[in-house]
C-alpha cells in the first residue's frame, strides 16, 4: 500500500519560510517523480513544483513560487522536500505531495498524501 505522509506545515507570518517533508512508502520512491500541489479555501488545487526521478534532476516550478521555492528530494530517505522563502498571505493553502510514474509532470499522479495545512499570517 502506498503511503504519502507530509510534514512540516503550520502557521508562519509573512516573510518567513518553510520547508515542508513528505515520506513516502509502499513504491520505488527513486523512480517516481514527485511533485507539490496545494489547495486555497475556496479554490482548485493548483501546482507548485515538481522534481523529476531521472540521473540528471530537472524540476518544473510554478510562476507563483518561481524564485521563493525549492523542491528537493532524498531518495536514501524516501522523502520529497519543498521550501519556500518569503511567504505571502496567499500561500496559505493546504500542500499535498504526490507521485508520478512519470518522469516529472504537472497533472499526471498516480498518489497523493493527505495534505498539511500552511498558513501565512499578514
Known amino acids: 500500500q502506498v503511503q504519502l505522509v507530509e510534514s512540516g506545515g503550520g502557521l508562519v507570518q509573512a516573510g518567513g519560510s518553510l520547508r515542508l517533508s513528505c515520506t513516502a512508502s509502499?513504491?520505488?520512491?527513486?523512480?517516481?517523480?514527485m511533485g507539490w500541489f496545494r489547495q486555497a479555501p475556496g479554490k482548485e488545487r493548483e501546482f507548485v513544483a515538481a522534481?523529476?526521478?531521472?540521473?540528471?534532476?530537472?524540476?518544473d516550478y510554478a510562476d507563483s513560487v518561481r524564485g521563493r521555492g525549492t523542491i528537493s528530494r532524498d531518495n536514501a530517505k524516501n522523502t520529497v522536500y519543498l521550501q519556500i522563502n518569503s511567504l505571502k498571505p496567499e500561500d496559505t493553502a493546504v500542500y499535498y505531495c504526490?507521485?508520478?510514474?512519470?518522469?516529472?509532470?504537472?497533472?499526471?499522479?498516480?498518489?497523493w498524501g493527505q495534505g498539511t495545512q500552511v498558513t501565512v499570517s499578514s
Open positions: 504526490a507521485a508520478a510514474s512519470l518522469r516529472i509532470s504537472r497533472t499526471l499522479y498516480d498518489y
Open positions: 509502499g513504491l520505488t520512491f527513486s523512480r517516481y517523480g
Open positions: 522534481i523529476s526521478w531521472t540521473s540528471t534532476v530537472r524540476t
